[in-house]
T-cell receptor, first 111, second 116 residues
Framework: KQEVTQIPAALSVPEGENLVLNCSFTDSAIYNLQWFRQDPGKGLTSLLLIQSSQREQTSGRLNASLDKSSGRSTLYIAASQPGDSATYLCAVTSGTYKYIFGTGTRLKVLA | DGGITQSPKYLFRKEGQNVTLSCEQNLNHDAMYWYRQDPGQGLRLIYYSQIVNDFQKGDIAEGYSVSREKKESFPLTVTSAQKNPTAFYLC???????????????FGAGTRLSVL
């Protein structure tokens, strides 16, 4: 059974710092991995999707990498800003339409 | 604007009452999903539908029911059999390209359900 873990559960950093969020999964037979952002009381916004054949995806200050063999993905945020404060979730899908989500990392960027 | 609309934003349920959460999308997506989110936990899948008139149970389907009569609509009913319904409910949609770049999940803004 696929399980997704995100560490740390919470993170506080000063503005301007580069940071890395981690996501690990137990079954490497995935179709793709998606990173989401969730603001308090809101729905999820897709940030990046990495297909199983890809190693990384970039969008602006965000870079997501995928290492299927080790069951890991990282989300790198460059030059963090207070507006980046949110919960970040990763999710994987393994050949069905079911996505398995991690519990998220709650990020606070201090001005 | 294309997107997913969930209504209502807040909903209150009395004991023994069934309530229905609405989810409408105009993204022309075939697949739609319902998730439940509890504080400090990840999203758990309740039901999903790949095409009209077809749907499958997710991991926590007991006490819930759905229908998919139209491509655009995927309402969720929380029945009286669901003894702990207080949670944040999220609807999502995606294409059916399971392994491809288009299989991005798009989410609505959510419905917060509480028990009176």
């Amino acid at each position: 059974k696929q399980e997704v873990t995100q560490i740390p559960a919470a993170l506080s950093v000063p503005e301007g710092e580069n940071l890395v969020l981690n996501c690990s999964f137990t079954d490497s037979a995935i179709y793709n991995l998606q990173w989401f952002r969730q603001d308090p009381g809101k729905g999820l916004t897709s940030l990046l999707l990495i297909q199983s054949s890809q190693r990384e995806q970039t969008s602006g200050r965000l870079n997501a990498s995928l290492d299927k063999s080790s069951g890991r993905s990282t989300l790198y945020i460059a030059a963090s800003q207070p507006g980046d404060s949110a919960t970040y979730l990763c999710a994987v899908t393994s050949g069905t339409y079911k996505y398995i989500f991690g519990t998220g990392t709650r990020l606070k960027v201090l001005a | 604007d294309g997107g997913i609309t969930q209504s209502p934003k807040y909903l209150f349920r009395k004991e023994g009452q069934n309530v229905t959460l609405s989810c409408e999308q105009n993204l022309n997506h075939d697949a739609m999903y319902w998730y439940r989110q509890d504080p400090g936990q990840g999203l758990r899948l309740i039901y999903y539908s790949q095409i009209v008139n077809d749907f499958q149970k997710g991991d926590i389907a007991e006490g819930y029911s759905v229908s998919r009569e139209k491509k655009e609509s995927f309402p969720l009913t929380v029945t009286s059999a669901q003894k702990n319904p207080t949670a944040f409910y999220l609807c999502a949609s995606s294409t059916r390209d399971r392994g491809g770049a288009k299989n991005i999940q798009y989410f609505g803004a959510g419905t917060r359900l509480s028990v009176l």
